[in-house]
Structures are given as C-alpha cells and as structure tokens.
C-alpha cells in the first residue's frame, strides 16, 4: 500500500540524538507578515516538532533583515529615523509568529549588536585570507531585490523584478567570487542533497557554469547598514549583512558539546536560491568556516492563480484565519494543498473545503466517535486488548511510510498517507459495528477489541499529526487520557500497544467544529480588512505608497522631457516564460508595425504567459534595444510597483486603438 513495511525505521538510536539547526529567511521590514512569509515559518516549524520527534534538540531561527538603502528612504519618506521604522515592523512579525503560536527559538535583527560584530568578523576573515579586494564599482543596482545587475546600462530595468535600476559609481569592496566556481561545482557534486529539490539544484549549477563576477559587498552611498570595520565610508552590501544573521543568531552557543552552526537546514523561498547556494557557501568557504548541510527552496505561495503582493492588493494574512478556522486549519491546508517545493493556491473556498472535509469530517469525526464510544459502552476507560493485528500493521506500514515521507519534506504525501490510514480505521469501525457488539451476548472480547483498536491507532494517528497541528493534536491527546505534553513523545512511542489498558479518557469536545462555509469565508474576509487597516495604522498610514509615489530625490522634468518617451498601446500577441527564470516573460507586442515587438519584461511573478495574450498594455517603444537573458528587448511594458511588492500592469478602461500615443 504504501511500498515496503520498515517498523523499525522509526526507532532512531540514541547516538543520533544531537542538534538539528534549521532557519527561516529573516523577512524584509518593508513590508507586514501575510501568509507567504507565514507559510516558510509555518513549514519550518512543523520540521523543528518533527526532529525533536525523532529526538533531536532541534532549533529554529527567524527574524527581520533591516538595512539597505530601500529602507533607508522609506524611513526618511515617514519623517522617522530607520531604527524607528523598522522597530516597527521587525515587532508585527515577532508578534505574528506568537499569535500563530510557532516555536520560535532565537529571533534575530540585522540591527543587533551580536549581528554586527559577526558580520564583521565574518569580513575580517575573509580579508586576512586575501578574499576580499577594494576597487571601483560603476554599475546598475536594483534596490528593491537588493541586487547587482552585471552587463546592465543605465535607464535598464531590473532582469529579475523589471523595475528601475539605479546607476552607482563608488568605491567598493570586492569578494572573489570568481575564485569560487570550481569549488562551488565540487561542493554540489560532492554534496547531491546541498540543494533541493532537484530542479533548483540544476538551475543553480547551470548558472554557475557559466562563470561567476566578484561580488561587491560593500556600499559607500549610503549609511544604514553594517560598518566595514576600518573603513568608515563603507557599510556591507545587504546580503553580506543578511546571510550572516544565520551564524549571528546561534553565535557561540553549543548543545551537548556541539556548535549549533553549521545550519543542518536553511528552508527559503524559490526566489532567494542563487544568494543561499552561491553567495552563501562561497563567503563561509572563504572566512574557513563550516558550510550549512542543506537549502531546501520551496515554490510560492498563489492567491486565486496570482502570486500575492502588495501592488495586486491581493495579499491574505493569518490572523484572520487563525481566529475563524484555527492556526491549524491554516497549517493543514497549506502542507496538504501544496506540493512542498512547488508553487500552490490559496483560496478561502478551498481552505474551509479541507477543513470540513479533512479535519472535521476526517480526523475530527473519528476522534469523536472513539472517545464517546469509550465513554459509552467502557466507562471512559481504555479496555485491555491487544487489538486487532490486522489494523495494527496497517498503522505499522503507514507509520513507516508518513515518516520517510515527512523526513524528505514531502508533506502533502505524509498527510495523504495519514488520511488513508483514518479511512481504513472508519471502514474498521463500520464493519465491527461495535453498538451492535455492545448488545450481542459474549460480544465483550470483540467489543473491547474494537475499542481498543480505534482508542491506540487514535493515538499513533494523533502523535504522527502533532508536528503539522499542534494545537489540536495536544487536545485529542488529553482526552486519550494522557497527562504528559503530546510534544514529549518519541517516534519510538508510535509503536502498537502503548495504549495502557485502564488509562482514564479526559473530558471529550469536539476538536474541529463544522464550519459553514458561507458564514466563515465573510467572517475571514472581514477581518482582513481590518487587519489590513490595523497593519496599515501600525506601519504609518501611507507607508506602502509613500516612497514609491515620489522616491526622495526625485528631480522634476519639464514637458518636452516626458514627450522624448514614446509611449504605445500594444496588443499583447503571446507570452512565455523566460527559461530559467522566475521573474522574466518573453512577450510579442502588436503596436501598429509592420512587426511585433520582442519584448523581455520582469511580470512573471504577478502574471500567467496565457493570462496576457489579448491583453492591451502600454509600451516604452523608443527605448534603445537591449538584451535580456540573450533575447533582443525591443521596449519596456509599463507596470505600477509599490515598493516590495510585484508589478501590476497599465491598463485602459475605455476602447483604444493598438499604436495609440499616450501624452
Ligand atoms: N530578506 C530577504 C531574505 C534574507 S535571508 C538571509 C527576503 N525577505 S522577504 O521578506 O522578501 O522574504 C522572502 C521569503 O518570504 C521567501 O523566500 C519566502 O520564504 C517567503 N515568502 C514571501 N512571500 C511568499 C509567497 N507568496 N509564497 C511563498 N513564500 C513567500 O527575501
């Protein structure tokens, strides 16, 4: 049923038992926690619980990455200084992960005293092994993925987000990265699992391949950041400064003798691969330093098809959930929904679908009907029985099946496993018909058998689940009758018959309640809306357009300056996917020509390819040519972008004919 039967795959020896150092990307302070951000912390969350299930001291790392010049001018657009700004925003995401209740271990600011002398130590090794170079950088620098973009020109837009770069001329410090193809190639070969799943694996060697630049890591135009130690012009480049509150977080400390770092995992989003798997190792390669075991990148999370952002206004965040469904509704859905590692839905309609059917009909209803049968027809006591030894190596070959496939992160399938192991156990319960074993003369040894059999796979059921829902497993636990936390049980405790005969059942009430969808999907929806206005009263009313709507330094332009761009309407002909990028559509755009245009825009993110074609957009069409992925860019779509968030296209109300001027 689920391949082979391993029972014993469960037992880990005692020589296994160590630390196990996972993290979580520390989040941007320019934008408020919605359930993209909690989706990355909720997974790795339930893989904290499960390694300490397995038996490790496993610690979990999050926090907030603060500096940057993108902070910088949106704290100077408020009137407040950058410390006050992201103070802020850093305190909604701690909150957010204690309303959600997550086990937060250590929660890191790049704004911290501790974080900044790692950093600066972490530079100071690098130098004195002569990895780090000072030299002139002349560039484009996009500041909102805070990155360097090579081979750019200036009035180019981002590769990755398509939106304006800005030309920097300063003097920098420079990595060699260049110096670390070759090491890192080794370091994928030698290590196949380094990078997962495998797609993003492939993706970063190929691009590798091609050869790498030296990175500059440091910045002589602006202030909020990290000082380069002896250089008092200088502040680290933000992913210098960002990658390191890895080791800064766990700094010095030990469990049971061992450093916590190296990470045994950092989890992130797809998006942020190449700085994990390239960057990363390459700075910890340079300073001797231990590298991490593992990045595991998943996919992104998508509202009605869309990727959620600010700028789409279409983004969900958790409280609102947690209040009407339970943060569990919320962690069951998105690691049953989506295929870890690959991008999925979100809708309120599916969301309280596997609710209903999953929890409260599934796992809810079994629950229940075990617990008042006991209470029915055996006192509320568990009777003594072995069970039945067909169900219990059912559970035996699940149990196996769900842990191999959580220990590979693959927790759709762990919980798909779990869920055919509650049906075989309904259909079990169906068959006996225990009410009918309860009145049947000599049926006492059947009935207790049957009890017994629900009552302890019940309760291998529950343990395996208390990872993915910890507050309602923890319920179902106690009305088993167990007075010690669920969270102190072992994978050698899922074993069949530890049930103790005689245990005493706590009081029973209903763990999922039925939810009316209708009722519960407006209850969310409103309570967004006033999550929204509270997160936006929090951040200062116009935080999120305030910079964007006029960048500090904005010059001003006079009218014969804005008719030198020639802009079109255009027909959008077809579109696809840029290879090897997330961010990129190769689009051809009717404006009237003789032939379409060719053009490369930074709208993946935000649009479907075939969500485009027959769509009327506005186009830079005298924009010098350029190349972008080696495809000819013939001009540039015209996009809104709020800061931090993906871009949302220009659009026309009324009929307009292709080839159109705008002015
Ligand atoms: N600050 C950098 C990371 C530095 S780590 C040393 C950053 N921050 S972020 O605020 O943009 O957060 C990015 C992470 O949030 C993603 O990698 C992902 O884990 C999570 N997500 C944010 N939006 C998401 C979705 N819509 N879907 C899935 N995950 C999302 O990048």
């Not at 200084?81 to 995401?93: G, H, L, M, Q």
């Not at 997550?102 to 501790?114: K, P, Q, V």
């Not at 049947?440 to 829902?469: D, F, H, K, Q, W």
Request: proline share 5%; with cysteine; net charge neutral.
């Amino acid at each position: 049923m689920w391949g082979r039967a391993v029972p014993c795959q469960y037992e880990y020896s005692a020589s296994e038992m160590s630390k196990y150092y996972l993290t979580t990307p520390i989040y941007y302070t320019n934008a408020a926690p919605h359930i993209g951000h909690a989706y990355t912390t909720i997974a790795a969350d339930t893989i904290r619980a499960l390694k300490r299930m397995q038996g490790y001291d496993a610690v979990l790392t999050t926090g907030t990455d603060e500096h940057g010049v993108n902070v910088e001018r949106a704290a100077q657009a408020q009137g407040k200084t950058p410390r006050e700004y992201t103070d802020v925003i850093s305190e909604e995401f701690r909150q957010q992960w204690q309303i959600l209740g997550l086990n937060i271990d250590r929660f890191e600011r790049t704004t911290s005293e501790r974080h900044a002398r790692v950093v600066q130590e972490l530079f100071r090794r690098c130098r004195d092994r002569g990895q780090v170079y000072k030299g002139q950088y002349s560039g484009q620098y996009c500041i909102f993925d805070n990155a360097y973009v090579n081979d750019a020109k200036p009035g180019d837009p981002c590769p990755d987000c398509g939106r304006p770069t800005e030309t920097v001329v300063e003097e920098n410090f420079y990595f060699k990265l260049s110096e670390y193809t070759d090491k890192l190639l080794k370091l994928y070969e030698d290590q196949p699992d380094f990078i997962q799943p495998e797609s993003r694996r492939n993706e970063v060697i190929a691009f590798v391949k091609e050869g790498l630049k030296d990175l500059s890591i440091s910045r002589t135009t602006i202030k909020w950041g990290i000082p380069v130690p002896d250089e008092p012009k200088h502040v680290f480049y933000v992913w210098f400064d960002a990658l390191t509150t890895y080791m800064s977080a766990v700094d010095g400390e030990k469990i049971h003798g061992d450093d916590l770092w190296p990470a045994d995992l950092h989890l992130i989003g797809k998006e942020i691969v190449r700085f994990h798997a390239i960057y990363w190792p390459a700075f910890l390669m340079a300073a001797d330093l231990p590298l991490p075991k593992r990045i595991f990148a998943h996919g992104w999370l998508l509202f009605e098809n869309d990727k959620m952002s600010k700028s789409r206004g279409n983004i969900v965040r958790a409280t609102p959930i947690h209040k009407v469904l339970g943060t569990d509704a919320l962690r069951y859905f998105l690691l049953r929904e989506v295929v870890f590692g690959q991008d999925g839905s979100f809708s309120f309609d599916a969301l309280v679908g596997r609710y209903n059917s999953d929890l409260a009909n599934g796992l809810g209803n079994l629950a229940s009907r075990t617990l008042s049968m006991l209470h029915q027809y055996r006192a509320g006591a568990v009777p003594a029985s072995d069970g039945a030894s067909r169900i219990a190596a059912a559970t035996a070959v699940a149990t196996a099946a769900a842990l191999e496939a959580f220990d590979k992160f693959e927790f759709s399938k762990a919980l798909e496993i779990i869920w055919s192991l509650i049906a075989i156990l309904d259909k079990y319960i169906v068959d006996q018909a225990p009410w009918k074993l309860a009145k049947m003369e000599g049926g006492e040894e059947r009935l207790n058998r049957t009890l017994y059999t629900a009552a302890e796979a019940l309760r291998i059921i529950t343990s395996l689940l208390a990872p993915v829902l910890p507050a309602s497993a923890a319920k179902i636990y106690a009305q088993l009758g167990f007075t010690t936390p669920i969270t102190d049980v072992r994978t050698k405790d899922l074993h069949w018959g530890h049930l103790p005969a005689g245990q005493v059942l706590g009081a029973v009430a209903p763990v999922f309640p039925r939810a009316d969808a209708k009722l519960s999907i407006e209850k969310m929806k409103e309570l967004e809306a006033e999550e929204y206005a509270r997160q936006q009263a929090v951040l200062g009313k116009n935080v999120e357009t305030k910079t964007e709507e006029k960048p500090a330094g904005t010059p001003q332009i006079a009218i014969d300056d804005f008719l030198k761009v020639d802009l079109r309407v255009g027909v959008v002909l077809d579109a696809a996917n840029v290879p090897k990028s997330d961010k990129l559509l190769h689009l051809h755009i009717d404006i009237g020509e003789e032939k379409p245009r060719s053009i490369v825009a930074g709208i993946a993110e935000a649009y479907k390819p075939e969500a485009l074609v027959g769509r009327k957009v506005a186009i830079v069409a005298n924009l010098a040519p350029r190349k972008l992925r080696g495809i000819e860019s013939q001009g540039m779509i015209v996009a809104a972008s709020l800061e931090g968030g993906s871009p949302s296209l220009v659009s026309f109300l009324e009929e307009v004919p292709i080839g159109a001027r705008l002015k």
